[in-house]
């Protein structure tokens, strides 16, 4: 799939947030300084001086002198790269794929994701407009380059989407700033008369290096993407994590084991606070030659009960490779769920009986692995692969009860497998079948029962279904799709009876 990215330039970060920080700057002439080689230095303005010509490098004095009102304050470019990390994990919903450009820009990696909202447009506009709500105001840009979007964001007046493979010609009427190249090679760009990028992508590359150097070559293949673009998504820190140092490096499995039991002891706190039970954990240990070893485990219901929890744990203690010690150990409790008293009664037992089950459940999967178990429910559909569905959780009810008025297979194949049959009659149950390469003899057989789709999903045939029996007495359900005379019928095995 090709790579799409949507980038958001967050025009006046700065005034934005000492605006909702202090409404009564809204719409006010206020700017922020720092110092500079002996002088006041403009690094970021509001919207009210842009409107005036003033612009980030000005000298404050300078500044003051043209409006003796204007609000100043000291910048702080650490209070901006915290409004831009928490927009990047707000991001989150947009895309699982978000990275920080410092110093005002936040990045989306965004394939496959517009579509749930409905296109790329409707994706830009609910973004943009939750931002502006939020009191922040953005440009937008998406391309299939990370310069192209950063460069229409910028400098694209009202074209904020370039279509797929498109950048090449949004870019040639676009300024040379549009390539994030720097100032001093801007400044030759205009003293030689180059204002498109347009102008510059006709001349021979030998040409350009030697003019403008290798940066420039760089950043125009990036946003023409013919250059790679390094893209580092942000990895959340996990909400239920739990780190344990250690004085000295620890190479034994009982070791391993008091500080997995001192993690759990925090990590369930926690959890008993917030009324929630881990779903899926993983414990980590970081070595002393810088290599990460980690066990992971998984519960059939939440559960916060810190035995429990640690008995799972321990059954893969030996899968850790400890080597020449591990300093720092960590737990996290990567899904997480809501666990409350009401959830203390399942399928009419007591909360006691519920926990044993769903623990003997646990220590079953932590064995045998979570593959080897499985609950299934009922669902309302006649062909019988779809009238059953598989569920991980305990706590989830059965929308309808089972039907017990007709005889069904216990072995049900998920999928109806082809056989080759010898019948006499064309409604008689088969003499003997093939499957897979060996013929079974019917003994004995009961049928048919004819079994349709719903009518609003009838794709193709009905089916006639046969109970038979081979010479050893293994018990077979079989189907005929298809009406003798009006279809063209083929026969199919789609479980066992024992």
């Not at 040379?176 to 190249?181: D, F, G, I, K």
């Not at 204002?195 to 293949?221: C, D, E, M």
């Not at 006499?424 to 149950?429: A, E, Q």
Request: hydrophobic share 40%.
């Amino acid at each position: 799939m090709r790579k799409r990215y949507l980038y958001i330039w967050f025009r006046f970060l700065a005034a934005d947030r000492l605006a909702k920080a202090d409404p009564n700057l809204k719409g006010r002439p206020f700017l922020f300084y720092a110092p500079d080689r002996g002088r006041m230095e403009v690094r970021a303005v509001s919207p009210a001086l842009i409107k005036e010509g003033i612009v980030p490098g000005m000298v404050v004095a300078d500044v003051r002198a043209i409006f003796p009102e204007v609000d100043v304050f000291l910048d702080d470019p650490e209070a901006d790269r915290e409004i831009l990390d928490r927009a990047a994990e707000w991001c989150l919903r947009y895309s699982p794929e978000v990275a920080v450009d410092y110093p005002d820009g936040v990045m989306l990696q965004i394939a496959g994701c517009p579509h749930l909202w409905g296109g790329e447009l409707a994706y830009l506009e609910s973004i943009t407009a939750s931002l502006n709500r939020g009191g922040y105001r953005v440009a937008v840009g998406i391309a299939d380059t990370v310069g192209a979007a950063w460069a229409i964001a910028h400098y694209g007046g009202s074209q904020r989407i370039i279509g797929d493979g498109k950048q090449g010609e949004a870019l040639l009427e676009l300024p040379p700033e549009a390539l994030r190249v720097e100032r001093a090679t801007l400044q030759l760009m205009a003293k030689l008369g180059f204002h498109t990028i347009g102008q510059l992508v006709k001349i021979p590359r030998a040409s350009l290096r030697r003019r403008f150097g290798t940066n420039f070559l760089l950043r125009l293949g990036q946003a023409l993407g013919t250059e790679r673009e390094v893209f580092k998504p942000i990895e959340p820190v996990p909400v239920f994590l739990e780190r344990l140092p250690c004085m000295e490096p620890i190479r034994t499995a009982k070791g391993i084991e008091i500080a997995l039991k001192r993690l759990l002891d925090l990590l369930c706190e926690r959890l008993v606070r917030e009324g929630k039970g881990m779903r899926m954990g993983v414990f980590k240990g970081y070595r002393l030659d810088g290599e990460v070893v980690q066990i992971s485990i998984g519960t059939s219901r939440a559960s916060r009960n810190t035995m429990h929890l640690y008995k799972l744990f321990v059954l893969k203690i030996p899968e850790l490779e400890p080597a020449l010690g591990i300093e720092l150990f960590s737990l996290e409790a990567t899904l997480v769920e809501e666990l409350d008293e009401w959830q203390e009664t399942f399928w009419g037992v007591g909360s006691s009986d519920q926990k044993k089950l769903a623990e003997l459940l646990d220590n079953l999967a932590g064995k045998l692995g979570k593959e080897s178990i499985s609950r299934y429910l009922p669902q309302e559909h006649h062909w019988p692969e779809n009238s059953v569905k598989i569920t991980r959780k305990l706590e989830e009810q059965p929308k309808t009860d089972w039907r017990t008025d007709h005889l069904r297979p216990l072995n049900l194949l998920p999928n109806p497998e082809p056989i080759e049959v010898m019948v006499t009659l064309p409604d008689y149950p088969p003499l003997h079948f093939r499957y897979r390469g060996e013929i079974i003899r019917v003994v004995r057989a009961d049928g048919p029962e004819r079994i349709e789709q719903e009518w609003w999903l009838q794709t193709g045939p009905s089916r006639d279904y046969f109970r038979v029996e081979d010479e050893r007495g293994v018990r077979y359900w079989l189907f005929r799709l298809g009406i003798y005379g009006k279809e063209k019928t083929k026969w199919f095995l789609h479980g066992y009876f024992i």
